[in-house]
């Protein structure tokens, strides 16, 4: 699942991370990349956001402070029922100007009895030229480019990019969307959450992957509890990636 969560702050006004995890165990997914949490920030009642949704979860999870001001920190998380080793948590373009900083975490991923994979969480930013940047250094040396090609791999997020972009079109010629792999499914939009019209948050997957199903989480709950839905695919790895179905 990818799933921007606003601080968890819904559209009703209420800051709620149980009502976030109530949506993420809804489908009861094993890995969760989230985007937009807070951690000890006075706007959302010093709470910390990705501990307590791990906790209602009874999850492990790894956060990204893309924004730190005293105690107070801003990011992106992984939850993971599986155990995982933290590979790089970094930024991918600093701060400038009025554009806040960026970044990613990229975990390796090893579910007992099948071979462990890379897993990445991204947020992408509003504007057309961070997005370029974001998107060439996340192909780039430090990032994506050091993965070989036959590791499995999955990278997912808010990319702020519709598929018509160039930045969504660049990515997915390096790995798919999870839609696409999907041939008889209908692309659903997950933005805004109410009614939603735009594609921004993408899960795009590796050769190594088969999608079984690739849905958007738009109950009643789901709508209220963030600005975003929460996008989910269902996914097997091959035991034998040389293997896989492309």
């Not at 799933?3 to 702050?9: D, F, G, P």
């Not at 149980?18 to 010093?46: K, M, W, Y």
């Not at 209908?186 to 050769?207: E, T, V």
């Amino acid at each position: 699942m990818t799933y921007n969560v606003h601080s968890c702050r819904g559209i009703d006004g209420k800051v709620r991370a149980e009502r976030i995890a109530r949506v993420i165990n809804d489908f009861d997914p094993d890995l969760i990349a989230i985007q937009e949490v807070d951690a000890h920030r006075s706007r959302t009642g010093q709470q910390d956001q990705p501990g307590e949704i791990a906790k209602h979860l009874g999850m492990k999870h790894a956060f990204h402070a893309i924004l730190e001001e005293a105690e107070e920190r801003y990011g992106i998380a992984v939850f993971s029922r599986f155990p995982f080793e933290m590979i790089r948590s970094d930024l991918l373009t600093p701060s400038k100007s009025m554009r806040e900083a960026r970044g990613a975490i990229w975990l390796r991923i090893t579910p007992e009895g099948k071979p462990p994979f890379h897993f990445i969480n991204t947020h992408f930013g509003l504007g057309h030229g961070e997005r370029r940047a974001q998107s060439e250094s996340l192909l780039g040396p430090d990032w994506l480019g050091a993965i070989p090609k036959n590791e499995p791999t999955i990278l997912c997020g808010d990319f702020n990019s519709s598929p018509y972009s160039k930045v969504y079109q660049r990515i997915n010629r390096r790995l798919t969307d999870v839609w696409q792999k999907r041939s008889q499914a209908h692309a659903r939009p997950g933005f805004p959450s109410i009614k939603p019209f735009l594609r921004l948050d993408h899960i795009f997957a590796s050769a190594q992957f088969k999608v079984e199903q690739v849905e958007i989480l738009h109950t009643w709950t789901a709508a209220v509890a963030s600005d975003h839905l929460p996008l989910c695919a269902e996914l097997t790895l091959s035991s034998h990636p040389e293997h896989a179905d492309i």
